[in-house]
């Protein structure tokens, strides 16, 4: 059989379409704003991030952890994601990466196990939850785990900082209702009145903060399968 | 007019897209997309679209490098209209521009 007779496997076909939609995203986001190629130096190699494609996140950062591995510069560039109404969380939030051997981890410093000391924001217009569980909000980049949940990874030390939830209302707490005790110690931005005052309630209640910390690592792995 | 290059990966095969694009005063004032596919571990020049001279163009090539067929595309759009001029094409052919481009092959 001759070269060009090979065919394309379904499946390399697939995230090719997906990334030549995704690079059409990236281009359009440039064209917009130009101070986005800042950030990334001149002949560097992209691999795109989608917000909410995990299986095609994960067949790109596989890409990206061989090219690595063969001794390649590489640098993730996260697509499409909207920018938030969060001050500091846009400030910190990095949209490019260069791509080491990224090997998510829990630092050695253990996480703080009480609510009350989490950094916590929650912003409704994009029903999205962030919970820094060391108190800071450090610099560092989502990396999706399941439709709903990504790690919040510390660009220098690879280490897992904290969890970024999306759909929370819509899916999460429907899902794993003591999840909503999170909003108690929220920074909200841009909930309604009647919003506010619902979640308040759900704040008066008798919190149980250990279940919500364990609920984060073990219920929501369970919801995204 | 600096201009930066990138590469932006497509696919398990290796493929890119290879992204040229120079700026003047904080705006695109050029973009150039060219598909290159990684065939026998080499990157090689299938496909390209630019904006010269005021058009946008799409030019197939062939092993040699060569352009084996000049198209325009569009003409006195803006650069998000050609870029997704391009991505539509892309979208659409790049397998088959893939395989042609393996036909030229001595």
Same mark, same amino acid.
Request: proline letters at 5%; charged letters at 30%; aromatic letters at 8%.
């Given at each position: 059989?001759?070269?060009?007779?090979?065919?394309?496997?379904?499946?390399?076909?697939?995230?090719?379409?997906?990334?030549?939609?995704?690079?059409?995203?990236?281009?359009?986001?440039?064209?917009?704003?130009?101070?986005?190629?800042?950030?990334?130096?001149?002949?560097?190699?992209?691999?795109?991030?989608?917000?909410?494609?995990?299986?095609?996140?994960?067949?790109?950062?596989?890409?990206?952890?061989?090219?690595?591995?063969?001794?390649?510069?590489?640098?993730?560039?996260?697509?499409?994601?909207?920018?938030?109404?969060?001050?500091?969380?846009?400030?910190?939030?990095?949209?490019?990466?260069?791509?080491?051997?990224?090997?998510?981890?829990?630092?050695?410093?253990?996480?703080?196990?009480?609510?009350?000391?989490?950094?916590?924001?929650?912003?409704?217009?994009?029903?999205?939850?962030?919970?820094?569980?060391?108190?800071?909000?450090?610099?560092?980049?989502?990396?999706?785990?399941?439709?709903?949940?990504?790690?919040?990874?510390?660009?220098?030390?690879?280490?897992?900082?904290?969890?970024?939830?999306?759909?929370?209302?819509?899916?999460?707490?429907?899902?794993?209702?003591?999840?909503?005790?999170?909003?108690?110690?929220?920074?909200?931005?841009?909930?309604?009145?009647?919003?506010?005052?619902?979640?308040?309630?759900?704040?008066?209640?008798?919190?149980?903060?250990?279940?919500?910390?364990?609920?984060?690592?073990?219920?929501?792995?369970?919801?995204?399968? | 007019?600096?201009?930066?290059?990138?590469?932006? *990966? #497509?696919?398990?095969? $290796?493929?890119? %897209?290879?992204?040229?694009?120079?700026? &003047?005063?904080?705006?695109?004032?050029?973009?150039?997309?060219?598909?290159?596919?990684?065939?026998?571990?080499?990157?090689?020049?299938?496909?390209?679209?630019?904006?010269?001279?005021?058009?946008?163009?799409?030019? *197939? #090539?062939?092993?040699? $490098?060569?352009? %084996?067929?000049?198209?325009?595309?569009? &003409?006195?759009?803006?650069?998000?209209?050609?870029?997704?001029?391009?991505?539509?094409?892309?979208?659409?052919?790049?397998?088959?521009?893939?395989?042609?481009?393996?036909?030229?092959?001595?």
């Amino acid at each position: 059989m001759s070269t060009h007779r090979r065919r394309v496997a379904r499946a390399t076909a697939e995230q090719t379409m997906k990334n030549v939609e995704l690079a059409r995203a990236f281009l359009h986001e440039v064209l917009a704003r130009p101070s986005i190629l800042e950030r990334i130096p001149t002949d560097a190699r992209l691999v795109l991030i989608p917000p909410s494609e995990p299986e095609l996140a994960r067949r790109n950062l596989s890409i990206a952890y061989q090219m690595v591995e063969s001794g390649e510069s590489v640098f993730l560039q996260r697509v499409g994601v909207p920018d938030p109404d969060v001050p500091a969380w846009h400030e910190t939030e990095l949209r490019s990466l260069q791509f080491q051997w990224l090997v998510p981890r829990f630092p050695v410093e253990a996480p703080k196990f009480s609510q009350a000391d989490w950094a916590i924001t929650y912003e409704r217009q994009l029903d999205t939850l962030i919970v820094d569980l060391y108190g800071r909000r450090q610099p560092g980049m989502a990396v999706p785990i399941n439709p709903h949940m990504g790690l919040w990874v510390d660009q220098r030390t690879h280490e897992i900082v904290g969890y970024v939830l999306a759909q929370f209302l819509q899916t999460l707490v429907s899902k794993v209702p003591q999840l909503v005790n999170l909003l108690s110690t929220a920074e909200l931005v841009g909930a309604t009145d009647d919003e506010i005052a619902e979640w308040r309630r759900a704040r008066e209640s008798k919190l149980d903060e250990e279940e919500t910390l364990l609920s984060l690592g073990d219920e929501l792995d369970r919801v995204g399968t | 007019m600096p201009e930066r290059s990138y590469e932006i *990966l #497509l696919n398990d095969l $290796g493929d890119i %897209i290879r992204v040229i694009i120079a700026t &003047e005063a904080g705006k695109v004032v050029m973009f150039m997309i060219q598909y290159e596919a990684r065939i026998d571990g080499k990157l090689r020049r299938v496909v390209r679209y630019d904006t010269a001279h005021g058009f946008a163009h799409r030019d *197939l #090539l062939d092993w040699s $490098g060569e352009t %084996i067929k000049k198209r325009k595309i569009g &003409e006195e759009i803006s650069f998000g209209e050609a870029l997704d001029l391009a991505m539509n094409d892309l979208k659409a052919n790049w397998k088959r521009y893939r395989a042609n481009y393996e036909r030229t092959r001595p």
